[in-house]
């Protein structure tokens, strides 16, 4: 079982950055992949990027390649994503969330989540 605990969100400018941390905790984190989904107010919860258990491959939704990375450090049993170039249309509670080996997309396939951390870009 892992435990996630997002945090480094908050309110941004737009055009500005903002780096979320995804910790884990927990056994074997580095069999896990990892993935960052986001649900804005009203909407369905959103595939943002997703990482494969070694870091080698990663995966993004299309309105946030160029801007946003997705990291990991198994040592320190984190995911991070960076943000850059925020736009307003980002704002949404971002989470966290872990499936055993396989890197996938859909939401429903994650088995473990974190609480969110809102983020908040002001146009």
């Known amino acids: 079982q892992v435990q996630l605990v997002e945090s480094g969100g908050g309110l941004v400018q737009a055009g500005g950055s903002l780096r979320l941390s995804c910790a884990a905790s927990?056994?074997?984190?580095?069999?896990?992949?990892m993935g960052w989904f986001r649900q804005a107010p009203g909407k369905e919860r959103e595939f943002v990027a997703a990482i494969s258990w070694s870091g080698d491959s990663t995966y993004y939704a299309d309105f946030v390649k160029g801007r946003f990375t997705i990291s990991r450090d198994n040592a320190k049993s984190t995911v991070y994503l960076q943000m850059n170039s925020l736009k307003p249309e980002d704002t949404a509670v971002y989470y966290c969330?872990?499936?055993?080996?396989?890197?996938?997309?859909?939401?429903?396939?994650?088995?473990?989540w974190g609480q969110g951390t809102q983020v908040t870009v002001s146009s």
């Open positions: 927990g056994r074997a984190f580095s069999h896990y992949a």
């Open positions: 969330a872990a499936r055993w080996w396989t890197t996938v997309m859909n939401p429903n396939e994650y088995r473990y």
